[in-house]
């Protein structure tokens, strides 16, 4: 299950890390000489990474997993073009950030046309999907405030949302999420900044009365 530590919300400095940039250069010759080999150690070496990006960004198992597959066999498929512009795990992030997010805006796009079809009284049954039940009988207090993050998150801007989970999910530095968004390190830390700040701001006042 995702998780996300409330004290996450008040940021912490960047954190340089080190990526086996040669290891991955190595592993992305092999793929683009056809390598079925190479592609199951991309898999076992991103699988889980990519898989819970995209998690927290759709907040559904199904579906992650789903886009998490679309997301290798889009790299299999398009490898041979890629050039070493950006590294490896950039690539993929860029893929599996870009795929979630048009994965929820098309569901989203979805149940409208479901609602609206409703209201004119077709049958559409198979159309409808209903809002999904976020924790109804939790209990605990630590539950509720997470579920109540989580639906904070859920409603930030597309963009400070992936920087966001980047940063405190798969803990990328500042850089590497910059390029993950072809973007800026200063744009990277005010995109976190003002989701900070926009969480501080709603959590705080549930917090207090907790």
């Not at 250069?25 to 070496?45: D, H, K, M």
């Not at 077709?122 to 509720?144: C, G, I, K």
């Not at 859920?154 to 910059?178: C, G, K, M, N, W």
Request: charged share 25%; glycine share 2%.
């Amino acid at each position: 299950m995702y998780t996300l530590p409330l004290s996450l919300v008040h940021g912490s400095p960047p954190a340089a890390q080190s990526p086996a940039a040669a290891a991955d250069a190595e592993l992305v010759a092999q793929l683009q000489q056809g390598s079925e080999a190479a592609f199951r150690t991309l898999v076992e070496r991103y699988q889980n990474r990519i898989y819970r990006t995209v998690l927290a960004l759709l907040r559904s198992p199904e579906e992650a997993e789903d886009v998490a597959q679309e997301v290798f066999v889009e790299v299999y498929q398009t490898v041979g073009r890629f050039r070493g512009e950006a590294a490896l795990s950039t690539w993929l992030y860029r893929l599996a950030t870009s795929r979630a997010l048009k994965n929820r805006r098309r569901a989203r796009a979805q149940k409208r046309f479901a609602y609206f079809t409703s209201l004119l009284g077709f049958d559409n049954q198979v159309l409808y999907e209903p809002v999904d039940q976020v924790h109804p009988q939790a209990r605990l207090e630590e539950q509720q405030q997470l579920t109540r993050l989580l639906a904070l998150i859920d409603r930030l801007p597309d963009q400070q949302q992936v920087a966001f989970t980047l940063r405190h999910e798969q803990e990328l530095s500042y850089e590497e999420i910059a390029a993950v968004l072809k973007t800026t390190v200063p744009a990277v830390e005010s995109l976190l900044f003002r989701a900070r700040k926009t969480l501080r701001h709603h959590l705080t006042p549930a917090l207090r009365h907790a």
